[in-house]
């Protein structure tokens, strides 16, 4: 029985994490850039993939930052592991830190963080503005 409601909590949050990420709560605007709503969407310690604006918000220890959710080797779209806290490309097996950087290959570049900024309430990410990683 314990064995059965473990299988059903996995699936259960798995689903959860995959409906997520095509929930209509982002909202493009008209300069490119996303309205993400409030900070506390993003709860400490996770990866949000953003499908809809190409992106992924962490929260880390440092706070909030974004990656591009495409690999640097052949521009597939990466996965959150949460159990692992790392990032992964389904197309070759590359895998990224939370941070961005390339724990392990065939990539050799890390993720570009791209701008993420507040206005008022809301948190604005600019998938067109790379800024510096850190």
Known sequence: MAAVAALFSAVAGT???FLRAWLPWITPRGDGSWSLGSKS????GTAT???RAKAIVVHDD???HAMSAICTHENCLVHDLPAKKEIICPCHGSVFTYRGDVKRG???APLVWL???VEGDELVLDPGKEVPRG
């Open 15 to 17: 689903g959860w994490l």
């Open 41 to 44: 969407r993003f709860v400490r």
């Open 49 to 51: 993939l953003l499908r």
């Open 62 to 64: 440092d706070g909030l």
């Open 106 to 108: 065939p990539a050799s």
């Open 115 to 117: 701008a993420l900024s």
